[in-house]
Nanobody, 124 residues
Framework: QVHLVESGGGSVQTGGSLSVSCAAD????????MGWFRQATGKEREGVVS????????RYDDSVKGRFAISRDEANFTLHLQMNSLKAEDTDRYYC?????????????????WGLGAQVTVSS
């Protein structure tokens, strides 16, 4: 069963902006927390930002603070990530995930549901 579907991403030059979105089913939308993670080929998946059902941001990774913004569209059960001032090191595949059981909201292993990801490529 598909719970999360990402869209958006793409390619941009350094300093540009992109956004990714994640459509969830209603059950998944009510999760303990949701978040965005990213992973480059051959590297471990890392947390970017997580948010609780009330729309309160739990945590941004230091590398994206002030540049990325997460938001929830309650009417459409959609999670958004706006990415500004992009750098080459932001190039990764970005995944939306939902933690349905509680626990840590920034550790990938705590998240049960994952989308297939959306590629973000930043060129200099």
């Amino acid at each position: 069963q598909v719970h999360l579907v990402e869209s958006g991403g793409g390619s941009v030059q350094t300093g540009g902006s992109l956004s990714v979105s994640c459509a969830a089913d209603e059950y998944t939308w009510r999760s303990y927390c949701m978040g965005w993670f990213r992973q480059a080929t051959g590297k471990e998946r890392e947390g970017v930002v997580s948010i609780n059902p009330g729309g309160v941001v739990i945590r941004y990774d230091d590398s994206v603070k002030g540049r990325f913004a997460i938001s929830r569209d309650e009417a459409n059960f959609t999670l958004h990530l706006q990415m500004n001032s992009l750098k080459a090191e932001d190039t990764d595949r970005y995944y939306c995930a939902a933690n349905i059981d509680g626990g840590n909201c920034f550790v990938p292993s705590e998240f049960a549901y994952w989308g297939l990801g959306a590629q973000v490529t930043v060129s200099s």
